[in-house]
């Protein structure tokens, strides 16, 4: 019996061959496998009972790491073949194969582990030890199929050793195949002079035992290091990278260390243990670093080692501080030239390789909400992953994301490909970052979009990408997608609904009515949606600097609220927000955060995003972790001319510049307000299925980054027979929106036709 076979999915870079090799042999099947394109083809010759045998393993068993979607057979010629062999990969054509999935980066396996520390092993203590079954993979890749001429490890020639384990055991056909003797090697620039291997690791670890920082060389770029037991240096990364507050992330090497010093629940665990190996958020310590590592946060990003080089270091010296290598607001450095021709400040030494990356690629980071693992920044070890969607879309579309923490998506066929976090495309480095990876994810996946989806703001750089891609290809006019309807759209793409009440809290948005929204109950039906309610209108002044200034925001919202008297630049405010100088209509949640932080002398900057909301959750948290009843504030609703529900802002900062005057504790106000937002939530919800029928409600904006208002909501939803869902897969920030954007597109163009 003879047969041709194609297997589809994550089937290269990860020993699939291999393994189809090995299978053929133990069954005494002929024949040959090899990657063609972004499938695996294989000729399969045997005695019936044998081949179907084969075919049952192929559906049953898969290596480490692969994912089979479909496997397709079809009969073949007679045809006699000497054993089982694999063969140079070729290219499918993708309407055969359809769009290929290629794998992520892969950390380092337990048996490679093994080996790091193996006296008897030829590989102990190499720093880029990997095998068919884990290392560098989207990283480092050039073009499809996934072989080493195709990657940048063909700058590298195999030692006789390396060749010859190339065709047997554990890293047969394993194209990141390297040693001590080839491949990458460990260098240490410091002080002007450059040490190799291990002399190289050794004076690394001792510069990080003594307060050092060191550039590391990670798979998708360079990282900052350091101890996270010593003040002076936490503050030197500090001004090395131009970051006052924001936390850092913190690697241990192993699980064990990280149990010691956060409590780590069962869905956590899995998290920190996944292929991707993100920095997972846990309950912040009581103790054991400085102070300078978390900052205000009451969480403590920890993850593991995907690398041999990271699982050394951390080995040597403990947990260490391992944060992207870049400068505030600049794109991470993954190029060496850019770090070792810099005399750079704070820096005491470069420990890198001569791998070239390809792609880079921050850390993923993620949590869990309500028991459900949630992506908070989708990079490393996730992209390029498709998410899976329910329905096929008919032509290929490319969706632009937001300007803020910018991310593309190419969706083909039911596969959205997300691309990486880029940062903000206003930084010119960070769009041109931007371009460079959406021309590669297009030549790799051999995707050509035939339609264009950006968000509705004119202004955004996004948007004038969009519309300039669309005239030099001769495409329709982009479709332009109202910012808090993509949201909305990202958690219906996600959980495979076709109507929901998006309940979409975040900083700014364009709103159809070109206002600046930003707290939204919108009633999706298939691709449309009603804006059913919202947060009531703040005439606001600064422009971009309410944002950043709490004060100013805080004082907005006095006036708002009938007050004569606010900070010390209230008059001026007054005067503006008169004679509408510079404002602008708000109705953004993100902005009442800031306001209630402010007039409660919490925080009065956003030194980074978010700052001032997390304050003020923290303030909530304290209050509730210390069994304080939470003072009783309330939001107002009422009917606007258009028939929509309004929270009265003003009335509600009245309420609760009131309860600050009577010396309420701040605390308990910030846990007030708190549960008055999802009260309000709970209320306007149950407002909308009444009157429309729809029980399902999707919480999606950067606001719902707020653990203690996401439970909230979810239980007080819950509880009241809503079925409620947020973004798991994607970001609810604007990390997510591309996906809302395609899905949204694609279901336009169902409907045209």
């Known amino acids: 019996m003879n047969v041709f076979i194609t297997v589809s999915g994550i089937v290269q870079g990860v020993g699939y061959r291999p393994f189809v090799a090995g299978l053929a042999q133990r069954l005494d099947i002929s024949g040959s496998v090899r990657n063609s394109g972004g499938i695996v083809e294989i000729a399969a010759c045997g005695e019936k009972q044998r081949v179907e045998e084969f075919l049952h393993s192929l559906h049953t068993e898969a290596p480490d790491g692969a994912l089979v979607t479909e496997i397709r057979t079809a009969p073949m010629p007679e045809q006699h073949f000497d054993g089982f062999s694999i063969l140079k990969s070729g290219w499918a054509a993708q309407n055969e194969a359809g769009t290929p999935m290629i794998p992520p980066d892969l950390p380092m396996c337990d048996e490679c582990r093994k080996e790091l520390y193996s006296p008897e092993n030829r590989r102990r203590g190499y720093p880029f030890i990997s095998c068919a079954s884990c290392g560098p993979r989207f990283s480092i890749l050039n073009a499809l199929p996934y072989d080493r001429e195709n990657t940048t490890m063909k700058d590298f020639a195999m030692c006789p050793d390396c060749e010859r384990e190339y065709t047997s055991g554990r890293r047969r056909h394993a194209q990141t195949i390297s040693c001590h003797s080839c491949g990458p090697q460990l260098r240490l620039l410091t002080g002007g002079i450059t040490l190799e291997k291990q002399e190289a690791l050794e004076r690394a670890v001792a510069l990080l035992k003594g307060g050092a920082v060191l550039a590391v060389k990670g798979v998708g770029g360079y990282q900052f290091v350091c101890s996270p037991c ?83 270091l951390t080995d040597a010296c403990g947990p260490l501080i391992v944060t992207s290598g870049n400068f505030t ?30 792609t880079p690629l921050d850390d993923s980071v993620g949590r869990v909400a309500c028991s459900v693992p949630q992506i908070l920044r989708r990079s490393r070890g996730y992209v390029p992953l498709p998410v899976l969607l329910e329905r096929r879309a008919e032509h290929p579309v490319l969706a632009m994301g937001g300007d803020l923490k910018s991310c593309f998506c190419l969706l083909s066929g039911d596969r959205a490909y997300l ?57 329709e006019s982009p479709v332009l997608i109202q910012h808090h309807h993509a949201h909305a759209a990202s958690v219906m ?27 939204e109950f919108l009633l ?23 944002a950043k200034n709490a004060v100013l925001t805080s004082d907005c919202y006095r006036f708002a609220a009938g007050e004569e008297s606010g900070s010390e630049r209230f008059p001026f405010v007054r005067a503006a927000l008169r004679h509408q100088v510079n404002t602008q209509e708000s109705s953004s949640a993100g902005r009442l955060f800031d306001a209630v932080c402010a007039i409660l002398g919490i925080k009065e900057e956003n030194s980074y995003e978010g700052e001032c909301a997390v304050a003020l959750e923290n303030a909530a948290a304290a209050a509730e972790e210390a069994g304080e009843e939470p003072v009783p504030l309330h939001f107002s609703l009422s009917r606007n001319p258009a028939g929509e529900l309004e929270a009265d802002q003003a009335d509600f900062i009245r309420r609760l510049l009131q309860a600050a005057a ?87 163009e169902s409907i045209r036709r």
Not at 339 to 345: A, F, Q, T, Y
Not at 493 to 513: K, M, P
Not at 528 to 537: K, P, T, V
């Open 662 to 748: 009577k010396g309420e504790d701040r605390n308990r106000i910030a846990l007030g307000f708190h549960r008055a937002l999802a009260e309000m939530i709970l209320t306007v919800c149950r407002s909308i299925r009444e009157e429309s029928g729809e029980s399902r409600v999707a919480l999606s904006g950067g606001v719902f980054a707020n653990l203690l208002l996401l439970r909230d909501c979810h239980g007080r939803l819950a509880a009241d027979g809503f079925q409620v869902y947020f973004n798991s897969a994607v970001p609810s920030n604007d990390g997510g929106i591309c996906l809302g954007q395609a899905w949204l597109c694609a279901q336009t």
């Open 329 to 358: 607001s600049e794109p991470m450095i993954y190029k060496d030239d850019e770090l070792l021709r810099s005399d750079i400040p704070y820096l005491s030494g470069i420990l890198y390789n001569t791998r070239r990356i390809v």
């Open 524 to 546: 999706c039906r298939g691709s449309d949606f009603e804006r059913r309610a919202h947060l009531s209108r703040v005439l606001l002044c600064g422009g971009d600097a309410a």
């Open 230 to 312: 010593l003040e002076d240096t936490v503050e030197r990364l500090r001004l090395l990278k131009g970051r006052e507050k924001k936390p850092f992330a913190v690697m241990f090497p192993d699980l064990n260390g990280i149990r010691k010093m956060c409590g780590v629940n069962q869905e956590e665990e899995a998290m920190l243990l996944s292929a991707a190996r993100p920095i997972v958020l846990l309950s912040k310590p009581s103790g054991g670093f400085c102070s300078g590592v978390c900052g205000e946060s009451r969480f403590l990003g920890a993850f593991l080692p995907c690398t041999g080089l990271h699982q050394l």
């Open 419 to 475: 691309s990486q976090y880029f940062g903000d495309v206003e930084n010119y480095r960070v769009y041109e970052n931007y371009k460079i990876g959406l021309k590669r994810m297009e030549q790799l996946l051999r995707i050509s979009p035939r339609r264009i989806a950006c968000d509705l703001h004119p202004g955004y750089q996004s948007h004038a990408l969009a519309q300039r891609i669309a005239r030099d290809f001769g495409l």
């Open 493 to 519: 793409a996600e959980h495979r609904l076709d109507g929901c009440i998006g309940v979409i809290f975040d900083g700014t948005g364009y709103g159809t009515d070109k206002t600046v929204w930003g707290g």
